[in-house]
C-alpha cells in the first residue's frame, strides 16, 4: 500500500520511454521518492523508493524530452500544461498592492457572485500546495445567498446543543485538562460568539456568515495534513480579491463540527463529507463598503536566530 488517502490508497506509475531519456538526471534530483536512477544513461526505476510513487509529477514536468509519464494517484500526462509566460506573472510590487489592499470583508452588495468567479476562484485554489498528492481538501460550495443563510442558521441551531461547553462548571471541570489558554480563550470569546450567533439567529439576522452570497467551506479527510484546507482556503481568498470580489475567513465553525453525534449529523445534512482537524469557510461577495487606507500589521514574533 502507498500513503494511504481518501481518494487513493495506490502508488501511481512511472512509464519511462528510454529511446526518449537523455540522461540529464533531473529528474532523479526532483524525485525525493529517491524513486529514480540513470543506469548506462538512460532512467530506470530506483529498487527501493521510500513510499512508492506519490504522484507529484516533479519528474514529468522538469524532463525536457517528454521521456517519463506518471499515472494515477489523479495525476495523469493529461495534466501537463505549458508554464505561463514568467513576465506574465505577478511582480512582488503588484502582489504586495493585492495584500495590502485587502480587508476582511462582512458587507456585501445584494448581488449573486457569478457562476464563472467561482470556477476561476477554484481553479486557482487547486493550485495550492499540499502535504501529499493527491490532494485531500475537499470544498463545499454554497453559491447563493439562500444557501449561505441555510447553512448558517442550521449551524445556530445545532450550537445552541453545544451551550453546556461554556457554561462555569464545565470550563471549571475542563481547565486542568485542556490548560488556562483554552479555558481563557471559552471564558472570553467562545461564550460570547455561541450566545450572539444564536441571540442573533432567533431575530433572523446572520452574525455567522454575515449573509456572505457566497461561501466556499475548505476541509480535509482524516489522513490529510491539517494545513491543506487552509492554504488551499488562502489562494481561494486572494484569486477573489484579484477579481475584485470581497472576501472573509471563518474560523469559528469547523472546531465545533467535528466531535459527537449532533456534529456528524450536522455534517450530514450540510454534505460535508469527513470530519477533520481543520478547516476554513471563505466567504465571497461583491463588497459593499471601500476601505481608504491600509493598515500595518505584525507578526508576534520574528527572530532571526
Ligand atoms: C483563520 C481565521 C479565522 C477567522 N475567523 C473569523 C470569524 O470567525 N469571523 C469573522 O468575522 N472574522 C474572522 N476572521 C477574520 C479576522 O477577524 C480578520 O482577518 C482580522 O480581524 C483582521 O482584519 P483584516 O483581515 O481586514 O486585516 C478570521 C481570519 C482568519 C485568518
New binding site residues.
Partial sequence: MAIPTTRTKDVAQIIINQDLCNGCGLCVSVCKDYGLEVINGKISQAANPIFGCIGCGHCMSVCPNGAIRIEGRFTSADHLFPLPRKEDATTYLSYLNLLQR???I?EFKDKPVDRELIDKILAAATQAPMGLPPSDTNVLVLDTAEKVRKFSFDYCDYLKSLKWMTSGWFLMLARPFWGKENDLLFRNFVRQMMDIFISAREKGENMVTYDAPAALYFYGSPFSDPADPIIAATYAMLAAESLGLGT?????MHPFIQSGGAAAKFRKNQGIRFKSKEG?ILIIGHPAVKYKMG?T?SFANVDFV
Fill in positions: 485587502r480587508r476582511s462582512r472573509c475567513m471563518l474560523g469559528g476554513l493598515i500589521r
